[in-house]
């Protein structure tokens, strides 16, 4: 595994996929009952944007630095507000220096209560998580192949939770490899929240992987998609999205309300754009 998440922090991808894992915990938190989130590909939970590796993309400018300081509608930045507001508690008022990774943003969100798994293989990005992390209570680095935590993390005792879902995409396959690992934690963990993220650089092939998700039968889903710009050789990812199982019922609502601003302030030409669709059902 030799994939390192530094190089793409902060970016446009991680917006859209903080953004919506900052308002399911919202949602959860509504509750009194615990819930458990676990990451399977957890990262090393906060990365240094001043840093080598993110100076070598920039990709975070395009992202979290065009979105921090934006001029959003009242409605928009109310949405908009547990994401934004954890960065700047992690950054204080001056520039983005520091990005939270989705175990970090989770865990600033969620109550003493709530137990926080992350899951992180590669051996220094999992040092680095744990160090993140050893002043959180409840909360617990693993350091299995993710393919195989989901099946020893789930079920959890609270029965109330989300699985964050987000590969490397690494290997050729690893669209069939989700859409098993989404089977098997279905058969364990039904009533969860999935959470899961795929960027798009083949859309016959992101189609079909959001098509045999469907096929599981779970009954209510969400499909979200982020497009900056029109793609072209040398670009790099220009377009991504993140399938939801089982999402709060206010979310497509809410997303419909955020989305607009995200592709008004992160699009880089013509063609950005979004879609918030139910496979297998009404968009």
């Known amino acids: 595994m030799n994939y390192r998440h530094v190089y793409h922090a902060g970016n446009f991808a991680d917006v859209l996929k903080h953004v919506i894992l900052a308002r399911i915990v919202t949602y959860l938190k509504l509750k009194p009952q615990p819930f458990r989130v676990i990451d399977l590909h957890a990262g090393a939970g906060l990365y240094d944007l001043t840093g080598e590796e993110a100076g070598k993309t920039g990709e975070w400018r395009d992202g979290i630095g065009r979105l921090r300081d934006a001029d959003l509608e009242p409605g928009v930045r109310e949405l908009l507000a547990p994401y934004l507001d954890t960065i ?62 989901i099946k020893a993390l789930l079920p959890p005792p609270e029965r109330r939770g989300i699985v964050l879902i987000d590969p490397p995409f690494e290997q050729p396959d690893e669209f069939e490899r989700m859409t098993d690992a989404i089977k098997a934690g279905l058969q364990r963990f039904a009533s969860a929240v999935y959470i899961v993220w795929y960027p798009i650089k083949n859309v016959i092939a992101a189609n079909d992987m959001v098509d045999a998700v469907t096929r599981l ?66 968009d």
């Open 88 to 149: 700047s508690a992690i950054n204080g008022e001056g520039a983005v220096k520091f990005y939270p990774g989705s175990p970090l943003l989770a865990r600033a969100l969620m109550r003493d209560c709530d137990t926080l798994v992350a899951n992180e293989l590669h051996p220094d990005d999992a040092m680095a998580l744990k160090s993140a992390l050893r002043r959180h209570e409840a909360s617990k680095v693993t350091t299995l192949d993710a393919w195989t935590a």
């Open 217 to 282: 039968g779970c009954p209510k889903m969400l499909d979200v998609r982020l497009k900056i710009a029109e793609p072209f050789p040398g670009l790099g990812l220009t377009e991504t999205g993140v399938l939801l199982l089982n999402p709060p019922f206010s979310l497509k609502d809410e997303l419909n309300l955020v989305m607009p601003a995200l592709a008004a302030r992160l699009g880089q030409d013509r063609g950005a754009a979004f879609t918030v669709a139910e496979p297998g059902g009404n």
